[in-house]
């Protein structure tokens, strides 16, 4: 079993990790795959300038947490491969190094207020943004990580990208025989809005133009069809703030997929406000999947840097 058919699962003893164990093991099952599990020990730079006897007995005291997890983990699902690991070091750069190395990485999320939504976002948040794979950030109620995903969800926001928030959506919604919904926010321009002449009447929100905006999403989304052949991608379209449509919209029981747009390798990798007001304010589990650079923004950046060698991409699925 090579590292590429592994999950990763990231833990701390919390019960967050036991739902994110439980998905983990579960979604491995369906893949066919085994599941890591990683504690990451936060200890100081100046850790590796003492003995190894010491370093060995810090691993000695965070083993228990990895063991356990180990243990309910092949509770599960006997028949699921599963190993632990103790890492000493940053946790933000360890499950970021080994992402790289997994098929997918888990992590448990702890649901957050409105004022939390203002601070500074957690190490699940961080993983997110510079994963070298997916992410799954499980929800945050106690049954989680148990509960089957009826419905997969493809958020559609306002940056054409690549397609590949749409393609994990499509492979999840079989893999769990599950019906996938395509959804797109509408930013409304003003509010409230006056209809112009020119503007199409038909509206679920009196002045919206929603009919407009629906046709428009469908002519894209009828370009991507061959890809999700199995699916109907006929998108429903939301007027008001992405974060509280997704929010109001997804149930318990949805996997909700968000693409996260990417800059280039100058830019550092963010979640963007949309995606991390979603992670604080929805239910149900979320998957982030890493969306490569815009093409117009590759155009404009090869013009003002000729030596950047970044290759303009199909542009296609819509990412916050």
């Known amino acids: ?47 590796w300038t003492t003995t190894p006897n010491i370093r060995n007995g810090l691993r ?32 933000h750069r360890t499950l970021v190094s080994m992402s790289a190395h997994c098929v997918l ?36 109620e106690p049954d989680s990580g148990s509960r089957p995903v009826e419905r997969v969800v493809v958020a559609l926001g306002d940056r054409p990208t690549s397609m590949r928030a749409l393609e994990f959506g499509s492979a999840e919604a079989r893999l769990h025989h599950a019906d996938l919904r395509v959804v797109h926010a509408w930013q409304v321009p003003r509010w409230p809005h006056t ?41 429903v379209v939301l007027a008001g703030p992405p974060a ?4 109001e919209f997804c149930r318990l ?12 390798r100058y830019l550092p990798a963010t979640l963007g406000p949309v995606i991390g007001a979603t992670l604080h304010h929805t239910r149900c589990t979320v998957a982030v ?13 090869a013009a003002a840097h000729p030596s950047r060698t970044e290759q303009p991409l199909p542009s296609g699925l819509i990412a916050y």
Not at 26 to 42: I, K, P, Q
Not at 113 to 138: D, E, T
Not at 203 to 231: K, N, W, Y
């Open 289 to 301: 999947i890493g969306e490569e650079v815009l093409t117009g923004e590759i155009e404009g950046s």
């Open 105 to 140: 990485t888990v992590v448990g999320r702890q649901g957050k207020g409105a004022i939390a939504a203002h601070l500074v976002g957690s190490l699940s948040q961080s993983v997110m943004a510079h994963a070298h794979g997916p992410v799954v950030a499980v929800g945050p």
């Open 1 to 47: 079993m090579t590292h590429q058919e592994e999950i990763l699962v990231g833990v701390d003893g919390s019960a967050h990790s036991k739902a994110a164990i439980a998905w983990a093991v579960a979604e491995a099952r369906r893949r066919g795959c085994a599941v890591l599990v990683v504690h990451v020990s936060e200890v100081a730079a100046g850790l």
């Open 244 to 247: 509280q449509v997704l929010s």
């Open 60 to 91: 000695e005291l965070a083993q228990p947490i990895v063991d356990h997890a180990v243990a309910g983990a092949r509770a599960f699902d006997p028949a699921v491969p599963v190993r632990g690991q103790v890492v000493l070091g940053s946790p």
């Open 195 to 235: 209809r112009g002449v020119a503007e199409d009447p038909e509206s679920a929100v009196p002045g919206v133009r929603i009919a407009s905006e629906t046709r428009r999403i469908s002519a894209l989304l009828a370009d991507l069809a061959p890809r999700s052949a199995d699916f109907d991608l006929d998108p």
């Open 253 to 264: 029981s949805d996997l909700l997929v968000l693409g996260q747009h990417r800059h280039g």
